[in-house]
């Protein structure tokens, strides 16, 4: 058969895809399987069986970071990589970034159907903590793979219980000794869910990634003092709570003053004692801001950046920013991008070129390694939700991008 009509087993696919959909099963028909969760270590055991399977080497790094490599004709050449996330949030659905995982094996597994070798050795990555649902920021084994984050400093992130990221890491039994540095790769595509309408309001079974919004992130504390809520007089009252009120509305304002390309919003707050009766001397709030510009994103981070110290102020409350982050991608590789325009063109694929609006660990294996991304439709762009929906004949077109990409890379001279 020749390489233009090799395809990947699409049946075979969906039953991997379906078993990984039964491991940290959610309230209703998605997935709760946060990083470094029980469920987590189940999912990467079973990831790590299936490529055993298939004859793939494994290596886990020091913040576990799984490589699954496949031998080429010639092994002292850098590999080209596929890969995405296996955790989900704590209401996630079925295929945000376990797609991306389980379309690269199952790339491996056709290659092996057909006794295809390929020059440069190819390997299967799952990133850890993509997702940042138990331990922030997001894309956090990604970005300390390109050197954004310090060994130390991702260890020592703590969740919500006070749980250690290292000795979570240790007890699901994915502390590797791998180490961060040194692993260069050739390219890396990762393949995901568009985790937007567009391709489906489209009917187009295929998106090229050509960049990704420009996101910060930031977790902001007030300190007040507790107090009666009945008799402390209005003067006399350092409400955390109402200093978090007024930063979230504020930052709820500032996506509507650049609407419709903005998007910003706080997606969770914690409060202490928060109970009734007591007014919170401490409150926790996660600022969320992204815009496709980056000067309009830095420049909604400036007001947000005001707000903060205002919100503060006008409850008489101190605040401070604990943590930030930053993600964001116009770095991916102009010749991947070409090779994904030319691929589809071959295989006569109909796709169209997309910003992703979404943070992927793609972002930061961009700063270290030539790299591109393949959207494939969801139903009505649902995600981060049990109801996240993908089908099976929407999807392949994007699977089979993915196979031909990856090959005409790997086998280049």
């Not at 961060?180 to 990762?190: P, R, S």
């Amino acid at each position: 058969m020749s390489t233009n009509r090799l395809e990947v087993d699409g049946n075979r696919l969906w039953e991997t895809l379906m078993r990984s959909g039964e491991i940290g099963p959610g309230r209703s028909t998605g997935l709760n399987r946060p990083a470094l969760s029980t469920a987590d270590g189940e999912m990467r055991d079973q990831f790590v069986d299936w490529c055993k399977a298939a004859g793939l080497t494994m290596r886990v790094d020091q913040v576990g970071n799984i490589f699954a490599r496949r031998e080429g004709s010639d092994n002292a050449l850098p590999p080209v990589a596929m890969g995405s996330h296996l955790d989900t949030q704590i209401a996630g659905g079925k295929y945000d970034g376990i797609l991306g995982v389980l379309a690269g094996l199952e790339v491996i597994r056709t290659l092996n159907d057909r006794n295809i070798t390929t020059r440069r050795p190819l390997e299967v990555i799952c990133w850890t903590n993509e997702e940042g649902a138990r331990f922030q920021p997001p894309m956090m084994g990604a970005g300390a793979f390109a050197g954004i984050h310090t060994l130390d400093w991702v260890l020592d992130q703590r969740d919500d219980d006070g749980e250690r990221f290292g000795d979570e890491l240790e007890r699901i039994g994915y502390a590797g000794d791998a180490k961060l540095a040194g692993h260069e790769l050739d390219a890396y595509f990762e393949l995901h869910i568009e985790q937007g309408p567009e391709l489906e309001a489209e009917g187009l079974p295929v998106g090229i990634v050509t960049g990704g919004f420009v996101a910060f992130g930031r977790q902001v504390q007030f300190h007040g003092e507790t107090a009666h809520s009945g008799p402390t007089p209005m003067d006399k009252r350092r409400n955390a709570l109402v200093g978090a009120a007024y930063l979230i509305a504020a930052v709820n304002d500032i996506g509507w003053k650049y609407h419709p390309d903005a998007r910003s919003t706080t997606t969770r707050i914690q409060l202490w004692p928060n109970k009734y009766g007591i007014l919170p001397d401490w409150a926790e709030v996660t600022v969320d801001i992204r815009h496709p510009d980056r000067k309009t994103a830095e420049k909604m981070a400036d007001e947000v950046s005001a707000a903060i110290a205002e919100a503060g102020e006008k409850a008489r409350v101190d605040v401070e920013v604990v943590k930030e982050w930053e993600f964001g991608c116009d770095d991916f590789s102009d010749d991947c991008i070409d090779l994904l325009r030319k691929t589809a063109g071959d295989l006569d694929i109909p796709y169209a070129e997309m910003l992703s609006q979404a943070g992927h660990d793609a972002y930061h294996v961009a700063k270290v390694a030539p790299t591109a991304m393949i959207f494939s439709p969801c139903r009505e762009g649902i995600t981060h939700n049990e109801g996240e929906h993908i089908e099976k004949r929407d999807t392949l077109p994007a699977v089979n991008l993915l196979m031909h990409a990856v090959l005409e890379r790997a086998n280049r001279s």
